[in-house]
């Protein structure tokens, strides 16, 4: 994000990360949700 958007700063990338996670797909987000739960085990 910072490669594409240099000037911004960290609010701004949690919001434009935010907007990106809540348009992908279900299938794509249950795959890194799952991720996440093996990592925290």
């Given at each position: ?11 701004e990338?949690?919001?434009?990360l ?9 299938s ?5 949700k799952?991720q ?6």
């Open positions: 994000v910072k490669a594409e958007f240099p000037n911004i700063n960290n609010n990338i949690s919001r434009v935010g907007k990106r996670w809540r348009e992908e797909s279900t794509i987000r249950e795959f890194y799952k996440a739960e093996t990592y925290k085990k």
